[in-house]
């Protein structure tokens, strides 16, 4: 759940209404591809429940990583509109929030102050896969377990607007839930 609350600890309350707005709720039945390797993605999408797995063709479909709520896909393509690098697909009933490239594009380019807020949380999101990428190699302190705290893994700066993150994610969950 890491990636959305970087983004939504960033994002001001009218920028997740605006989401809202703009997305579109869709539901992925098991083993529905979402994204393909090497194909261009036009949306960028928020995991609200479910699971997916990302595997990689040249690996011959090795399952790199596994993706659960709170979880942001598609943003590394969305930021330098190459292809996508991985093999996106639900390994379970799945509900994500799809914001349209386009509509983003243009939000972006007509709001300087949103796009500031969305980028600064894509770098943050991106910086910490990064860390966590090179600890794995063997650069740095291995990975905390899954029971350690996740706060204990944030950068100050993050960690202050987990709560007001996390609150908007659950608000995220009920719109779209339609509770």
Request: no cysteine.
């Amino acid at each position: 759940m890491k990636k959305i609350l970087f983004i939504l600890g960033v994002l001001t309350d009218a920028d997740v209404d605006w989401l809202l707005y703009v997305g579109r709720r869709e539901e992925l039945a098991t083993g529905t591809v979402l994204i393909r390797e090497g194909k261009p993605v036009d949306a960028v999408y928020i995991v609200l429940t479910g699971s997916l797995t990302v595997s990689i063709e040249s690996l011959s479909g090795k399952k790199i990583a596994h993706l659960t709520s709170g979880e942001v896909v598609g943003e590394i393509s969305f930021v330098d509109t190459r292809p996508p690098s991985a093999t996106v697909t639900a390994t379970e009933e799945t509900l994500v929030l799809s914001v349209p490239r386009q509509r983003l594009m243009n939000k972006l380019a007509d709001d300087t102050g949103f796009a500031s807020r969305f980028y600064r949380a894509i770098a943050l999101s991106l910086s910490d896969r990064l860390r966590n990428t090179v600890s794995l190699l063997g650069y740095g302190k291995e990975l905390p377990s899954e029971s350690v705290d996740l706060v204990d893994d944030l950068s100050p700066t993050v960690v202050e607007h987990l709560p007001l993150a996390r609150s908007r994610f659950k608000f995220l969950l009920r719109r779209l839930r339609g509770y």
